[in-house]
């Protein structure tokens, strides 16, 4: 099996037969990345969260000169505690149903992006029930989420999830327009992140 050869042209390999590392030609930061991941293991991913993210109080939004302030209550909060105040300064990505913000905490310098997705009766979002199972450091966290309603009584769910500040496109791109190939460490590392998402995932 393999390739091993039949009859007397087979032979076992000693028991003390040494294996030495042949060198390699890859550049050193790549062996340096290899050595660090090799103790990993792709179906190494964590497990669901066991107490899920609950739903928080929406409490209003006001908007001067470009940026919304956003406040919430969050589960468990009673009448006399502080709101949690959101500062939505720019919008980041947007979409068929919804649009990303980008925003922090007051007080907070901690960047974070809420994304606010119209509810369409019509089709069924998944999003937020996968979400809130999730926890894993190679997939977006989810922080808080509650739902707002606008002046026509539309639903959006709004999900307060930590913020990526680029994504592998827009990183790819980036050496594609100053002709530069993508590093080979930088490559293998963002697969591997990749990988152990999807695992995690499924």
Same mark, same amino acid.
């Given at each position: 099996? @393999?390739?091993?050869?039949?009859?007397?042209?087979? $032979?076992?390999?000693?028991?003390?037969? !040494?294996?030495?590392?042949?060198? #390699? #030609?890859?550049? +050193?930061?790549?062996?340096?990345?290899? !050595?660090?991941?090799?103790?990993?293991?792709?179906?190494?991913?964590?497990?669901?969260?066991?107490?899920?993210?609950?739903?928080?109080?929406?409490?209003?939004?006001?908007?001067?000169?470009?940026?919304?302030?956003?406040?919430?209550?969050?589960?468990?909060?009673?009448?006399?505690?502080?709101?949690? #105040? @959101?500062i939505a300064d720019s919008v980041i990505?947007?979409?068929?149903?919804? %649009?990303?913000?980008?925003? $922090?905490?007051? +007080?907070?310098?901690?960047?974070?992006?809420?994304? $606010?997705?119209?509810?369409?009766?019509?089709? $069924?979002?998944?999003?937020?029930?996968?979400?809130?199972?999730?926890?894993? *450091?190679? %997939?977006?966290?989810? !922080?808080h989420y509650f739902y707002s309603t606008?002046?026509?009584?539309?639903?959006?769910?709004?999900?307060?999830?930590?913020?990526?500040?680029?994504?592998?496109?827009?990183?790819?791109?980036?050496?594609?327009?100053?002709?530069?190939? @993508? *590093?080979?460490? %930088?490559?293998?590392?963002?697969?591997?992140?990749?990988?152990?998402?999807?695992?995690?995932?499924?």
């Amino acid at each position: 099996m @393999f390739g091993a050869r039949k009859g007397s042209d087979f $032979k076992r390999p000693r028991q003390n037969t !040494k294996v030495e590392a042949r060198p #390699t #030609t890859t550049a +050193g930061a790549t062996d340096d990345l290899g !050595k660090g991941l090799s103790g990993l293991k792709i179906d190494e991913c964590g497990i669901y969260a066991e107490d899920r993210v609950k739903e928080s109080k929406y409490l209003g939004s006001k908007t001067k000169n470009g940026v919304q302030t956003i406040m919430i209550a969050p589960p468990g909060s009673g009448p006399g505690d502080e709101p949690l #105040t @959101f500062i939505a300064d720019s919008v980041i990505g947007k979409g068929s149903f919804g %649009v990303v913000y980008q925003a $922090k905490l007051a +007080g907070d310098e901690t960047k974070l992006a809420i994304k $606010k997705v119209m509810q369409d009766k019509r089709y $069924k979002n998944r999003e937020l029930q996968v979400m809130r199972l999730l926890r894993h *450091p190679n %997939v977006v966290g989810l !922080k808080h989420y509650f739902y707002s309603t606008n002046n026509s009584k539309e639903v959006f769910l709004n999900m307060i999830l930590e913020y990526v500040p680029i994504t592998l496109f827009q990183a790819a791109k980036n050496y594609h327009d100053r002709q530069e190939l @993508f *590093p080979t460490p %930088v490559l293998k590392l963002y697969m591997f992140q990749v990988m152990r998402g999807l695992a995690n995932l499924h």
